[in-house]
């Protein structure tokens, strides 16, 4: 199985931060990578995939990057709606996995 | 365009467990459902899918042993079923939509279902 791992854990940030999270996956998934933001008690929501491509209706301060092993989530000017629980997840090979999660908190 | 799951369910261990998801609003039979589930505080994992129009359905290794994955096109509905429950199962359980180019990321959720596995 293809491991994901992100880091940090744990992001605290302010309003209008910039920030970037990381994916890193254990063998080449080329661009077959997508990211989702969860709130609590809430269902993921899809923010990107394909490693760069921003689902429609998603604000344009939220992008991705990156290609085969490493990958980034930015969001260029943090929101209030923002602070949550982010999530990558592979669909190169069977089973796809998700990573261990990103938590966004409030600085 | 939503997913509708079925509700809560509270099962003993090795007792079975058989979820719904119902689609609205877009072709069933374009689309593959795919099944996910989330522990409490943990990462969501995928279990497998359904191909809306033909039925083939695939399923991770982990489960592959005691899930069964349906549907029944006339009703837009899908279903897992889930047998011999152990009390790591307790999780969120949710449907997915596959990508519109049929491509496995996920762009359209159910809101989930609870099951708590308990004796």
């Known amino acids: 199985d293809i491991q994901m791992t992100q880091s940090p854990s744990t992001l605290s940030a302010s309003i209008g931060d910039r920030v970037t999270i990381t994916c890193r996956a254990s063998?080449?998934?080329?661009?077959?990578l997508a990211w989702y933001q969860q709130k609590p008690g809430k269902a993921p929501k899809l923010l990107i995939y394909k490693a760069s491509s921003l689902e429609s209706g998603v604000p344009s301060r939220f992008s991705g990057s990156g290609s085969g092993t490493e990958f980034t989530l930015t969001i260029s000017s943090l929101q209030p709606d923002d602070f949550a629980t982010y999530y990558c997840?592979?669909?190169?090979?069977?089973?796809?996995?998700f990573g261990q999660g990103t938590k966004l908190e409030i600085k | 365009v939503q997913l509708v799951q079925s509700g809560a369910e509270v099962k003993n261990p090795g007792a079975s467990v058989r979820l719904s998801c119902k689609a609205s609003g877009y072709t069933f039979s374009s689309y593959a459902i795919h099944w996910v589930r989330q522990a409490p505080g943990q990462r969501p994992e995928w279990m497998g899918w359904?191909?809306?129009?033909?039925?083939?359905?695939k399923s991770s290794q982990k489960f592959q042993a005691r899930v069964s994955i349906t549907k029944n096109t006339p009703a837009t509905t899908a279903y897992m079923e889930l047998s011999s429950l152990r009390s790591d199962d307790t999780a969120v359980y949710y449907c997915?939509?596959?990508?519109?180019?049929?491509?496995?990321?996920?762009?359209?959720w159910g809101q989930g279902s609870l099951v708590t596995v308990s004796s």
């Open positions: 063998q080449s998934i080329s661009t077959w």
């Open positions: 997840q592979h669909y190169n090979s069977y089973p796809y996995t």
């Open positions: 359904i191909n809306g129009g033909n039925g083939d359905t």
């Open positions: 997915a939509r596959e990508g519109p180019r049929g491509d496995d990321y996920f762009d359209l």
